[in-house]
């Protein structure tokens, strides 16, 4: 269950927050795309003639790494995730029972 916000937005930070989530999802989406196309390139080189065996597999992993790892970042963790929500909103919640009981 969501809960409301304590303090509401307004709309120009509505906006900006907007703004910067979908920057953020795009930069991914350009990140994969790169990703996919070097890739093939890469590929497409070591099955013609650059090396003896396909080496390709490991800019793939090691680059699929770093691309998983800033989708999750964009994802999962990012602002405005109902993960990191969650998370803030425990963490919220832990501070008040604390300060209540000095």
């Not at 990703?35 to 800019?59: C, D, E, I, K």
Request: glycine share 12%.
């Amino acid at each position: 269950m969501s809960q409301p916000l304590q303090n509401p937005l307004s709309p120009e930070d509505i906006e900006q927050l907007a703004r910067k989530r979908a920057g953020a999802k795009l930069g991914w989406y350009i990140h994969a795309c790169v990703y996919l196309a070097v890739n093939l390139f890469l590929f497409a080189a070591s099955l013609h003639g650059f090396g003896t065996r396909p080496w390709s597999v490991y800019p793939l992993l090691g680059w699929g790494l770093g691309l998983t790892l800033h989708g999750v970042s964009v994802f999962v963790l990012g602002s405005g995730s109902g993960l990191r929500e969650r998370m803030v909103q425990r963490e919220r919640e832990r501070i008040a029972r604390e300060q209540g009981r000095s």
